[in-house]
């Protein structure tokens, strides 16, 4: 665990070093011996650890060594303080190992992975000690006149920014260290699975549930082969240096190499990542947002998530629980610190809740970072900043020269350069025959060079090895056509799995195709066809997108044989007999009573009967299924029962919506049915206008709706004024985490008025780290609205609320009212609220009002303060105070009493004649507050007074 005294020794040494050396300024040398910026550099340092132990927990335990950090590494840590050209991260690296014990550091296998890392290390502290206005003087001579004039405020800000560094980076070591012995020190390959449950263990066993390691996505890839692609690289890294948040698309065809490379990036850099093939289609966006967000907040401590059970899965697929979780890390960044989300094949993943794939943010915040990949398709990716799109084509020179280099290497294997020794082949015919035959596709060399290496081209014949991916595949699948079984068995189990939209027991597949689960199907699954299969607790699916579009007939078949081509069309109409008769069964099964598929399959039928009919090409049966319906639509209501919304149901509309679309131009009747699944999908997001907040909030109150149901409820109300109620509604009755996400779904009203008094209303019951910035955010949208009135009474509105600092800028923002009506309502609701040091200043902006009755409707609420006034203000008010107590007398009755004895004492100090003109005034106050009693008796006292003293 680091501490304050390792911080502490770690300065002293670089901070000595450099007072050893010669050559130093004077300038220079008295910075280097102020304790002040001995604590800046502490703070950057601390910041810079944490930052490392997040990207690198299981490098953090050996590289924070304070012998190495006190001996080895100072002089390296050194050089950023004197700006003597940058320190050589290389250099860094080789220190490590020889403190680690290596005796040729040159020699290390694992040098270049610890030379990436002190790198990144070195580049967040430079960053770091860049932002320490103590440090700037060691650059800049003219920075010590600036600092000089402030001193005490820099080291105030030096001790709290400590503090808040030395917390962070000791709670980010702390779990790092929770590793028995660091991979540095073993030189174990651990995997980035066992680098993400460095933080998952121990108390966060929750969250390693939520957690889809990439250890399978690894090994099928095989990407201990992975070679090249440099050039890519650079590119990927000229776009994270250009932009300070964005979004990096890699877009190629099947088998080009996509999902390799993504690989190689989350291994070796670490990067936050889902692969899509890991979980597809809608049933994998709740899974994809879970281990998202796991990651997030394992790896950035994100509290209240990151403790035992804090994180549940409904919670981690709530709509824009992710975007809300990025914030919440973007705020932890240390500088240069970049947070980087890897996602593979978006064309594969289902679409989220707010409409976006996967459920991505529509918005990144500043240092987030997005690298994504799909297939040139269309997805629904709505997100700002734009995306830059790259394109990796399998013809392209830079990919070509890439498969060249990866060849030569696979040449020289010992399995297949016996076979090419055997057949006379040399190592360039070798290279350039699977490089023209390939085309540049690298799931065509995995399955030849793995066939070639297990020596099932025996023997090895290059001439008539198959041409591009979809001669690779027919050739194969040409070979078990050619088998007696192929119509029995082979063939429907084929075409099943390329039907099924998700992984399925060898038992649905044996069901859905007729056959029996017996030892032969099993083998085929586990065995024979295993390279082709993704498999995980005993479920099966196609792994690759292109074997699914070869036998569902979507692949190009130019090239291929005659024969090749007959295959192609089977299979094409195999599959879509498979996606009929999926559908059938399913609809047999529920016999009109869609929500019976729930319990079947584990609700497969549920997720997916939409997409088996559009895939059979059913089209009318899909328009009848998600389109018709008499009293209510059952197919939209047995989803919704079973899933808790209409996310799911949206996506078969949507399938029935883009046929009618195709259809339009041909055939008239289809205009029709695009504009009634525009209004199915119109009345949906219209449901939750429908229920007025009052109702939202008793029926959550009542236990008629959950929490998680209710607010999903307010947050889909159209009407920015009904959601804002709605949300405000439900605050006092919502657990702190769904606090947080009404917080994230009140920033997002865009009315300025409405969100204003969401936000106020939502703020009493928001923990306080989050109700400063609510209210704060509140009181910036309040400021926002054009209408002065409006204006007014949202400022009013929040004056309960706002603390000190806040109503300070409240009262600001009242003197800029112009209206002289709506400035006194705003002035008269903060009054009762204001310290006593800003009294005065209300009372001023009261004194300038014009009218009497808006002036004293302001002195009334300030009234009730009167003990807290200094003399000069009473004076200034007695002017208006017969006004200001019968303002008051008329709302606050007792108030005005207890004002009324202090009232007359004050006036007995005046002249009588101004005396009995401020009775006259008063007189409707008197008669207010005691009657005509009171004021028979005033007319009395004044006859005999007067006769008195005359």
Not at 294 to 319: F, G, I, K, T
Not at 467 to 472: C, F, I
Request: charged content about 25%; aromatic content about 8%.
């Amino acid at each position: 665990m680091l501490t304050e005294a390792l911080f502490s020794a770690i300065a002293e040494a670089v901070f000595g070093y450099l007072l050893q050396e010669a050559g130093l300024a004077d300038r220079v040398r008295a910075v280097l011996g102020a304790d002040p910026e001995r604590r800046a550099f502490q703070t950057a340092l601390a910041r810079a650890c944490a930052a490392f132990a997040r990207q690198y927990p299981d490098l953090a335990a050996s590289l924070f060594d304070e012998t190495f950090l006190t001996t080895e590494g100072a002089p390296v840590l050194a050089q950023l303080l004197t700006r003597r050209g940058r320190p050589d991260p290389a250099d860094l690296a080789r220190r490590w190992a020889a403190h680690l014990g290596h005796d040729n550091p040159d020699a290390w296998p694992r040098l270049a992975e610890a030379t990436r890392a002190a790198a990144d290390f070195l580049t967040w502290l430079e960053a770091e000690l860049a932002q320490q206005p103590a440090l700037q003087p060691l650059w800049d001579s003219r920075a010590l006149e600036r600092i000089a004039e402030n001193t005490e405020a820099i080291r105030q800000a030096l001790e709290a920014n400590w503090r808040k560094a030395l917390d962070e980076a000791s709670r980010y070591v702390q779990v790092a260290g929770d590793v028995d012995r660091s991979i540095i020190v073993t030189g174990d390959r651990n995997t980035v699975t066992q680098v993400f449950q460095t933080f998952l263990a121990g108390d966060y066993t929750p969250l390693t549930d939520l957690y889809l390691p990439p250890d399978a996505v690894f090994e099928r890839v095989r990407l201990d082969d992975f070679a090249g692609r440099a050039w890519l690289e650079a590119d990927l890294d000229r776009f994270l240096s250009e932009h300070e948040r964005g979004v990096w698309v890699l877009v190629g065809e099947a088998g080009v190499g996509k999902t390799t490379f993504l690989a190689h990036l989350v291994r070796e850099r670490r990067y936050l990542h889902f692969f899509a093939e890991q979980a597809p289609g809608e049933a994998g966006v709740t899974r994809a947002l879970q281990s998202l967000a796991a990651q997030l907040v394992a790896r950035y401590r994100l509290e209240p998530y990151a403790d035992r059970d804090a994180l549940s899965p409904s919670q981690a697929a709530y709509p824009d629980f992710l975007e809300r979780l990025l914030r919440m890390a973007a705020e932890r960044l240390a500088a240069g610190e970049r947070l980087v989300i890897v996602v593979d094949a978006l064309d594969e993943a289902g679409v989220g809740p707010n409409r976006n794939v996967l459920g991505l943010p529509k918005v990144l915040p500043k240092g987030v970072y997005l690298i994504l990949s799909q297939r040139p398709v269309n997805v629904p990716l709505h997100v700002d900043p734009y995306p830059v799109c790259v394109d990796l084509r399998a013809g392209d020179a830079r990919n070509l020269a890439d498969v060249e280099a990866y060849l030569r290497g696979v040449a020289r294997r010992p399995a297949i350069a016996g076979q090419l020794r055997a057949r006379g082949y040399a190592e360039d015919h070798f290279v350039q025959a699977l490089r023209e035959k390939s085309a540049g596709n690298w799931m065509y060399l995995a399955y030849v060079v793995r066939e070639i290496e297990e020596n099932r081209r025996h023997p090895l014949d290059l001439a008539r090895l198959p041409v591009g991916l979809a001669g690779y595949y027919a050739e194969y699948w040409g070979r078990w056509r050619a088998r007696p079984e192929w119509d029995r068995l082979y063939a429907p189990l084929a075409a099943t799995l390329a039907a099924a939209r998700e992984m399925v027991t060898p038992e649905m597949l044996a069901r859905w195709a007729g056959l029996e689960a017996d030892h032969r199907l099993r083998r085929l699954l586990q065995e024979e066809w295993a390279p082709f299969l993704f498999r995980s607790d005993d479920r099966f699916r196609l792994y690759h997108a292109s074997l699914r579009d070869f036998l569902s007939g979507a692949m190009p078949v130019e090239g291929l044989t005659p024969a090749d081509r007959a295959l192609v069309v089977e299979m094409a109409e195999r599959t879509r007999e498979a996606h009929r008769r999926i559908a059938d069964y399913y609809i047999e099964f529920a016999g009109g009573d869609w929500g019976r598929l729930a319990g079947v399959d584990g609700g497969y039928g549920l997720r997916h009967l939409a997409e088996h009919l559009a895939g059979a090409g059913e089209w009318e049966r899909l328009h009848r299924l998600v389109a018709e319906g008499g009293d209510q639509q059952p197919w939209a209501e047995a989803r919704h029962a079973a899933e808790g919304n209409y996310t799911g149901y949206l996506a078969d509309l949507d399938l029935a919506w883009r046929r009618a679309e195709e259809e339009g131009r041909g055939e008239p009747a289809a205009l029709g049915r695009q504009v009634r699944c525009a209004l199915i999908e119109s009345s949906i997001h219209s449901l939750a206008g429908n229920i007025p907040p009052e109702l939202l909030a008793a029926a959550l109150e009542k236990g008629v709706l959950g929490p998680p149901a209710a607010l999903a409820y307010a947050r889909q109300a159209s009407d920015p004024w009904q959601r804002a109620h709605a949300l405000a509604g439900l605050a006092p009755h919502l657990p702190e985490e769904l606090l947080r996400e009404a917080l994230a779904a009140a920033w997002k009203i865009g009315d300025a008025s409405d969100r204003a008094e969401d936000l106020a209303g939502l703020a009493p019951h928001l923990p306080p780290e989050l109700r400063s910035e609510a209210l704060q955010e509140a009181l910036a949208a309040a400021r926002e609205i054009g209408w002065e009135y409006a204006r007014a009474e949202a400022l009013a509105g929040l004056a309960p609320h706002l603390p000190p600092e806040l109503l300070q800028e409240a009262l600001a923002a009242a003197r800029e009212i112009e209206w002289e009506d709506a400035r006194a309502e705003v002035l008269a609701g903060l009054a009762p609220h204001l310290p006593p040091e800003l009294l005065w200043e209300a009372l001023a902006a009261a004194w300038k009002i014009r009218d009497a009755s808006d002036c004293a409707e302001v002195l009334a609420g300030l009234a009730p303060r009167w003990a807290e006034w200094a003399g000069r203000e009473r004076e200034t008010a007695y002017a208006l105070w017969p006004e200001t107590l019968r303002a008051l007398a008329a709302r606050e009755r007792e108030t005005a009493y207890a004002l009324w004895p202090e009232t007359l004492r004050a006036l007995a100090a005046r002249p009588r004649p101004d005396l009995l003109s401020d009775l006259r005034a008063l007189s409707p106050v008197l008669a207010a507050l005691g009657g005509e009693a009171a004021a028979g008796e005033a007319f009395r006292a004044i006859q005999d007074v007067g006769r008195w003293w005359p």
